[in-house]
């Protein structure tokens, strides 16, 4: 939206308003390009509720893929390479939309309007996996094979937001060690990560602060003391 002038905008809860300057209806207007570029980034948020519902239905358009968004949730900051925050400044400038998405994105009432990382498994990136020499070992399933590989105690880097994440099983000793070496990280804790609240509260105590921050929307790393009978290796965080 480009007003004519100047505004002072206050945020308040949703409402009829006047149409400024004589116009119509609603939209969403193309920066204009050669001005000065002053604007704030969202920060990264976690897959959100509506998200992990269509990733987990095999109905869904979205269904099992990674890299599923919306405007509530998704990469932001991270894809970002200049301002203001259009699809063609950040990194999905290279996947252009498919008819779902490109619908999705143009209409006001679906929650995916103007959501600049939109993509889905016509239109939009894919996942490998790549051993230690570039080579793809991914086969049809990538995230099961990667998963597969962590059973079995290894190492496996996963690309997520703002980076890497060096995951290996936290209930095998060898293995926490054997990251550590690798990392040369010789006492700070590693974080660990767990599929939902009912995860957590098997391994660590959780006041109602602390399961408000791993279910809100950023999803950061909570410090909690374990619990004493916590399936985990005693090099996971030690002492």
Not at 44 to 60: G, I, K, Q
Not at 83 to 91: K, V
Not at 98 to 127: E, K, T
Not at 177 to 183: M, S
């Amino acid at each position: 939206w480009n007003p004519p002038s100047p505004l002072t905008a206050t945020i308040c809860p949703t409402r009829n308003i006047p149409a400024l300057a004589g116009e119509a209806a609603f939209e969403i207007r193309p920066s204009a390009a050669g001005e000065i570029a002053d604007a704030q980034v969202t920060v990264d948020a976690a897959t959100c509720p509506d998200c992990l519902r269509e990733l987990a239905n095999p109905a869904d358009p979205r269904y099992r893929y990674p890299f599923i968004n919306c405007t509530n949730c998704g990469p932001r900051y991270t894809i970002v390479e200049r301002i203001p925050y259009d699809r063609p400044n950040t990194t999905m400038r290279d996947f252009a939309m498919c008819p779902l998405c490109a619908a999705q994105y143009a209409d006001p009432a679906d929650r995916r309007f103007h959501a600049q990382p939109i993509a889905c498994p016509v239109c939009g990136p894919h996942v490998r996996l790549l051993d230690a020499n570039g080579e793809d070992v991914g086969g049809a399933d990538p995230v099961a094979a990667a998963a597969g590989m962590l059973r079995v105690g290894q190492i496996v880097a996963v690309k997520g937001l703002g980076g890497f994440h060096l995951a290996c099983r936290a209930d095998r000793e060898d293995v926490v060690e054997r990251l550590r070496r690798r990392k040369h990280r010789d006492d700070k804790p590693f974080a660990v990560m767990v599929a939902d609240l009912a995860g957590a509260r098997q391994i660590a105590e959780l006041t109602g602060e602390a399961e408000e921050l791993l279910t809100g929307a950023i999803r950061p790393i909570v410090l909690t003391p374990a619990k004493p009978q916590a399936a985990l290796a005693p090099g996971v965080a030690s002492g």
